[in-house]
Structure formats: structure tokens, C-alpha cells
């Protein structure tokens, strides 16, 4: 047997790993291993010697630092309050319109996001200061979960993002220039979930209460309390773009910035800082895993020439490159609600990415390679919300156990509709995304 026929015959021995439950690292870890011994034939030397290069190659890389600094500034501004004070400020401003209770759940999770950088954190921490709001003035359950779960997605979207870092490492671009990247898509999603938010309380007048506008002194105060997020943010994220200092040294500064404003404000003491260094030291663990299962299974992969060979074989049938990027789209709308969204990208976008690479859409290499990126964490955005198994509903479920699933299914295909509508915007008018990153 071939190497080809290998690294083909991988990929449904791999899937069925996934869907019997076994863990996305280990899975990949298995077949990696399985493929590189088969490939050398089967001399168990050239196998030890590879896992052991590899593993030295994948974790000194500097670039990988930045995850857990990200994970512990995410761990400290959830125990800081700044999730409530984001939520005070936006509910003073909407608060008192239709459906503006909601609209301002999703706010705090695009502030909230812009300090945390992941999904699942930014749904869990801002449903526990939305979700009483929210019954309290007589939203439904299914729509208070649907709007949370739905705002939670902006954790990853919205820079600093845990997963656009591991893209930028897996193809070996910029990672400012990402941020830079996602920002304006970021704002479309908050601004598209507001808009779908006024939509679905037209259509359902019962879903959503009312509450009596706040005096303007009132929200003002509110807005003044939300300061230690625009300054992380603006200095994190400003610092980065005009070169102060490196992403990896930016999210250094966030961590001890969001931990000193913790520690202020009397949240943070040594029990709690003990915890979010556990914390963030088993998601790292997580993560780390899934990259070195997921590095040793795409070398085996380079290895079989199965990335080649899919480029070539796309290109020798003259597809339209926006036909392959729309098939390649679909696959990700598809099985983003099954995986996660890390196991996704790792998975694939060593697969995908050289195919699109090769494909012709008339600008830059660089810039295809952006545009890219933020095309398909969108998407994989998508699926945390997308029945059957969005993981941001399960995980906003679990905390209001009183409303069905399917009453949140129902209210969710809203939002999963404006997120397609503005993939297909994006898709459109690639300058949307990439006009803020340098020719």
C-alpha cells in the first residue's frame, strides 16, 4: 500500500475514532502514529525518534506562549466583574427598547470577548449576570438561551482570539494582522445579532419585556465603570498594531492587567489565584494536546502527500475557485456541529489550506490567507450554535435547566441565519475584511 492510499484511508479511521467518543488529540495522536510506522515500514526506531523531534519542534516554538497568557487573562477578568459591569453599561444604553435587554447581553459578549478570546468562557461568564435580567423583564427562555449562546460566539471572533492564533501558527502568518483581520467582522456579528434580536421580537411580541429608561447621569456612571476594559483592551490590541510590543508580550501585559484590576477591585486572593492558575493550566494542557495529536497527524499527512495531491487533483478539474471555497464552507457548516471548533481547524485547515492557497482570487497570497482564516472561524463559529450539537447551547442550557432544548433550537435559527448571511457578505466583498491590513 502506498503512502497515498495511507494518508487517504486515515481519514475514516479517524472520523469513526471521533464519533465513538474517543478524545480529538488522542485520535489524532493514533493515526499519526499508525500512519508514520506503516509509511517507514513499520521500523519502530524511525516511529520514537519522530515523536520525540516532533514534540521538541512543536512546543519550543515561541508563538505557542501566547495561549496560556490569553487563558489566564480570559480567568482573571471572569473573577474581576467586568462581565457585570459591561452588561450595566449596555443595559443602561438598550435596556428601555425592544428586545433591548438582549441586545445588550450581546454587547457585553462582544466587550467581554475583547478581553477573554474564547467561546465557550464568554457564554458561561455572561449568563450568569444576563440570565436573571432577562427572565426578570419577561424574556423567554428559549430566547434568553438562544441570545446567549449566540453572543457567546464573539469570544472567538473578536480579537484576542485563542483560535485565530492557532491558525496564524498552523499557516504561518501574522497574527496582528489577523486581529487587525477580524475586528470589522467581529462588529458586523454584534451589529447582525442586534438587528436579528429586533427581528425575532416583531415577529414574537411575547418572547421579550420591557424596563423604564435610566437617566442619562445613570448611564454614564455605568459606561465609566466598564474603564479597566477599554484600557486592557486599547493596550493589548493598540500596543500590538503599532509595534510596542510582540502579540506573545501584549498578552503578557493583558494577563498582568486584568489580574491587577482582579486583585483592585477584592476578587482576587490567593485562593482564586490559585484556581485560575489551575485553571488555565488544564485548558493549556487541552490545548497543547490537541496540537501535538493534531501536528503529528498533518505531518504524516505531508508525509503521504495527500495535501499535494487534493491541490492538484482540484486544479486539474478547473473548478471556480469561489465553487471550491463554497464546497469547502459547507463542509465546515456541516461538521462544525459535530467537532469543536479547535479540533476543526487543527484538523483541517492543514488539508484545506494549501488547496485554497493554490486557487486564484485575485489578490496576494497574504491576503487570501486572511481572508481565509476569518472565513472559516466564522463558520466553525457557527457550529457552536448549530443544532444538534452546538456546544454553546449545551453549555448555556446547563445553566437554565427550566427551558427544553428545543425551545432554544427554535430561537437560535435566527441567529445561525444572520451569521450565514454575512458569511455570504464576506464571501462577496473580501475588502470588508482585509481593508485594515496593509497592501
Known amino acids: 500500500m502506498s503512502n497515498l492510499e495511507l494518508g487517504f484511508m486515515s481519514f475514516p479511521i479517524l472520523l469513526l475514532m471521533v464519533f465513538l467518543r474517543a478524545p480529538i488529540g488522542l485520535a489524532m495522536l493514533l493515526c499519526g502514529f499508525a500512519g508514520w510506522y506503516f509509511a517507514m515500514g513499520g521500523n519502530p526506531n524511525v516511529l520514537l525518534n519522530k515523536l520525540k523531534s516532533e514534540t521538541y519542534t512543536q512546543f519550543s516554538s515561541y508563538s505557542l506562549s501566547i495561549i496560556p497568557m490569553f487563558l489566564l487573562m480570559g480567568q482573571f477578568a471572569t473573577l474581576s466583574g467586568m462581565s457585570s459591569s459591561l452588561f450595566k453599561a449596555a443595559e443602561s444604553f438598550l435596556g428601555h427598547r425592544r428586545g433591548g435587554v438582549a441586545m445588550a447581553a450581546v454587547g457585553a459578549c462582544a466587550g467581554f470577548g ?38 457567546g460566539t464573539l469570544g472567538i471572533l473578536i480579537p484576542p482570539s485563542v483560535i485565530l492564533v492557532i491558525y496564524a501558527i498552523l499557516t504561518e502568518q501574522n497574527i496582528a494582522k489577523l486581529f487587525l483581520a477580524a475586528f470589522v467582522p467581529g462588529i458586523l456579528a454584534a451589529i447582525g445579532y442586534m438587528l436579528t434580536i429586533s427581528l425575532y421580537v416583531r415577529l414574537n411580541p411575547k418572547s421579550a419585556g420591557t424596563r423604564p429608561p435610566q437617566p442619562m447621569s445613570e448611564r454614564w456612571a455605568a459606561l465609566a465603570e466598564t474603564w479597566p476594559v477599554l484600557v486592557i483592551f486599547g493596550l493589548v490590541v493598540g500596543g500590538i498594531y503599532l509595534g510596542w510590543f510582540t502579540p506573545t508580550e501584549g498578552s503578557a501585559i493583558g494577563a498582568a492587567g486584568t489580574g491587577l484590576v482582579a486583585l483592585v477591585s477584592g476578587s482576587l486572593n490567593w485562593a482564586v489565584f490559585r484556581d485560575s492558575l489551575l485553571g488555565t493550566a488544564k485548558t493549556t494542557a487541552m490545548i497543547f494536546f490537541i496540537v501535538l495529536g493534531a501536528s503529528f497527524y498533518n505531518s504524516f499527512l505531508a508525509l503521504s502527500g495527500v495535501p499535494q495531491y487534493m491541490a492538484d487533483w482540484v486544479l486539474s478539474q478547473g473548478f471556480s475557485p469561489w465553487f471550491v471555497l463554497s464546497i469547502v464552507l459547507i463542509f465546515y457548516l456541516v461538521f462544525g456541529c459535530l467537532m469543536d471548533s479547535l479540533s476543526m481547524i487543527l484538523l483541517t485547515v492543514p488539508i484545506f489550506f ?12 497574504e491576503h487570501v490567507a486572511i481572508w481565509f482564516g476569518i472565513l472559516v472561524l466564522i463558520v466553525v463559529e457557527v457550529g457552536l450554535i448549530t443544532p444538534p450539537v452546538g456546544m454553546n447551547l449545551f453549555i448555556i442550557n446547563a445553566m437554565d435547566r427550566e427551558t427544553p432544548m428545543t425551545e432554544t433550537y427554535k430561537a437560535v435559527m435566527f441567529f445561525v441565519g444572520s451569521d450565514i448571511l454575512r458569511v455570504v457578505i464576506l464571501v462577496m466583498f473580501p475588502a470588508i475584511t482585509l481593508f485594515l491590513i496593509p497592501a
Open 354 to 365: 494549501p488547496v485554497i492557497s493554490a486557487m486564484d482570487f485575485g489578490m496576494s497570497p
Open 114 to 151: 475583547a478581553i477573554c478570546g474564547s467561546s465557550l468562557a464568554t457564554a458561561a461568564t455572561m449568563s450568569k449576570v444576563a440570565l436573571p435580567e432577562l427572565r426578570r423583564y419577561g424574556y423567554s427562555g428559549g430566547f434568553s438561551t438562544a441570545t446567549l449562546a449566540a453572543g
